[in-house]
């Protein structure tokens, strides 16, 4: 087999064997910190610049922590951060009624109907909430500050 080419020849690679301790140690982050900035919505520059680091060492040292990547924890931790927002609005709903007003349209579909008729005064629907019936009003056109254009004549060119 001298000088032939053996196609199914593949040469034994050596794994290289670490000492323990050997390489660049693990960065650690305060998990305390890290969890509370995704709770208030930190974006992901926040973070690196709060924590000093960039998002592949952040995705290691998830990996690490919470044995899942940084962007799967990241969105599960900022959806924490989402849940104490909807309970703080809807605590505040219960003595501030634009929070009210606001709520209902978001999740429950309510909104201001605005509608424009034939001669071109605006009639507006508010739903007031405990009522059964939405009120009307129309806004009354102001004539006076209407101005007619000035009409082109035929001699001008």
């Avoid at 323990?20 to 610049?49: M, Q, W, Y």
């Avoid at 508010?126 to 009354?140: D, F, N, Q």
Wanted: charged fraction near 30%.
């Amino acid at each position: 087999m001298d000088g032939e080419f053996d196609e199914n020849y593949t040469p034994e690679k050596k794994k290289r064997k670490n000492k323990p301790g050997a390489g660049r140690p693990n960065r650690e982050f305060d998990k305390k910190l890290f969890e509370n900035l995704c709770h208030i919505n930190c974006t992901v520059d926040e973070l690196e610049s709060v924590l000093s680091t960039d998002q592949r060492t952040l995705d290691v040292w998830c990996k690490r922590e919470y044995g899942e990547n940084f962007s799967t924890a990241y969105k599960r931790l900022c959806q924490n951060g989402k849940s104490s927002l909807r309970r703080y609005q809807f605590n505040q709903a219960k003595t501030n009624a634009s929070m009210g007003i606001w709520l209902g349209k978001q999740y429950l579909g309510q909104k201001d109907n605005y509608t424009v008729s034939g001669d071109y005064k605006t009639e507006q629907t508010i739903v007031h909430y405990g009522s059964k019936e939405p009120k009307k009003w129309k806004t009354p056109k102001n004539e006076a500050s209407v101005e007619e254009a000035p009409k082109a004549s035929s001699t001008d060119t």
